[in-house]
């Protein structure tokens, strides 16, 4: 669900549905600043009151191609923009072209205003380090794991380990590696975190 308005130039729009029943989120990038409507609250942030942006890739299970925007304000308050939105009780659309379009206007108004904000991507840094220490700790377990089954000559379990492992590296590898913590400015946008 995303709307451009090709009409005027100096409005750009997006939208998507976060939940099959909530009403949509709605953005726009104006001449004041980013207006927001989500749910029942809406508002108006100039872009130099806008004091962070956080960029990542959120996979879900019914959407694996997903990402996520974080704006919070100066003032307090956040809001999230995702890449899909909810179209059936079984079906999460992507909207990757809209989805980029906005966020990178957003970019490029907030740097035309004079913005400050701090612009990071990925996870944050703790995040990012439980879950390096939790998938070392997952490699220990699998290595001893396959060590034991090669010595009881146990092959069927060797195969099994060694499939399970090529799988949750090709599932988990991309998320770590696109979310992995830094920052960025605004005339370089990390396009590993945009559709």
Do not use: C
Not at 18 to 42: C, M, N, P, Q, Y
Not at 54 to 59: D, M
Not at 73 to 91: K, N, P, V
Not at 166 to 176: C, K, T
């Amino acid at each position: 669900m995303q709307v451009s308005d090709a009409r005027d130039d100096r409005v750009t729009s997006y939208a998507y549905k976060a939940s099959l029943i909530g009403s949509a989120h709605r953005f726009e990038l104006t001449e004041a600043g980013l207006s927001w409507h989500v749910g029942g609250r809406s508002g108006l942030w100039r872009y130099d009151e806008i004091s962070t942006i956080r960029l990542s890739f959120r996979p879900v299970s019914m959407q694996q191609h997903r990402f996520r925007a974080d704006i919070s304000h100066a003032e307090g308050g956040r809001i999230a923009i995702l890449s899909t939105s909810w179209q059936t009780a079984a079906l999460m659309a992507p909207q990757d072209s809209g989805f980029r379009e906005f966020i990178v206007a957003l970019h490029a108004r907030m740097a035309k205003a004079g913005s400050r904000a701090e612009l990071t991507a990925g996870l944050g840094a703790k995040t990012y380090a439980a879950v390096l220490a939790f998938l070392a700790l997952l490699a220990v377990v699998m290595a001893t794991l396959l060590i034991r089954a090669l010595m009881t000559g146990e092959f069927a379990g060797v195969l099994f380990i060694l499939g399970f492992a090529a799988l949750f590296a090709w599932q988990v590898g991309g998320f770590v590696q696109r979310n992995q913590p830094r920052r960025y400015r605004f005339e370089q946008l990390p396009r590993s975190l945009l559709p």
